[in-house]
């Protein structure tokens, strides 16, 4: 996985991602495959190789709240090592490839190689502050804040041009805010004619700074 620009904190260094692969076997899925459900009382990590997988959550009514979205290099299942059940469901954006290893394996692994049990707790970290960013956004933000914020958090430059990294439908980013697919649909509407962003296909781009409030 050689790449010039910089790492994402969550994204495992070539050596380490090698060491705990040899651990594991890979496996390939096509898109919309469900790897981890909600509850599942299973322990292994999966490694992305590469492909794209969201990390959610779903209700009886079958309502959707994406946790996270994640690329090669990352990893998910980790929260299951202290021994409970899954914390999230996990289903493939695309076709993906993955090395799994098996709970167990992981754990002799972190004894063994302080690196990556330093990448976990750090990961693990990040992820109590994403939810604490989460619960307080939730509670005190109205749903336009919570666009904005999503979208210039996924903003990177390319050629100059400020442009949303993920392809996100309305539809994904009403399951990131909390909201529904119309009240999203209604924002990009004034975003759009406001000529704060544009849409090339299925790609968001930031035309310039998006208002503080609407």
């Known amino acids: 996985m050689k790449n010039d620009a910089p790492l994402s904190p969550s994204v495992l260094k070539d050596d380490i991602l090698e060491a705990i692969a040899a651990h594991g076997g890979v496996r390939t899925f096509p898109a919309h495959s469900v790897l981890i459900n909600e509850e599942d009382e299973t322990d292994s990590i999966f490694i992305l190789l ?34 409970g059940p ?25 004894g063994k190689h302080p690196d990556f049990a330093l990448h976990l707790i750090r990961k693990l970290i990040g992820l109590v502050r994403h939810s604490t960013d989460n619960v307080k956004s939730l509670a005190l933000d109205d ?26 439908t309305q539809q994904d980013i009403a399951d990131h805010v ?20 544009a849409l090339e296909g299925k790609q968001i781009v930031l035309l310039k700074k998006l208002p503080a409030g609407w």
């Open 178 to 197: 909390g909201s529904s697919r119309e009240m999203i649909s209604r924002i990009f509407k004034q975003l759009t004619t406001g000529g704060y962003i």
């Open 50 to 83: 590469s492909g794209r997988v969201k990390v959610f959550g779903a209700s009886a009514q079958g309502r959707e709240v994406i946790y996270n979205t994640l690329g090669p290099g990352e990893y998910f299942g980790e929260m299951s090592l202290d021994g």
């Open 86 to 110: 899954r914390s999230a469901s996990v289903m493939t954006l695309e076709p993906t490839t993955c090395v799994v290893v098996a709970g167990s394996k992981v754990r002799d692994f972190l």
């Open 143 to 168: 749903v336009y804040s919570r666009v904005a914020r999503l979208l210039n958090d996924r903003a990177r430059e390319v050629d100059g041009r400020l442009m949303v990294a993920d392809k996100l």
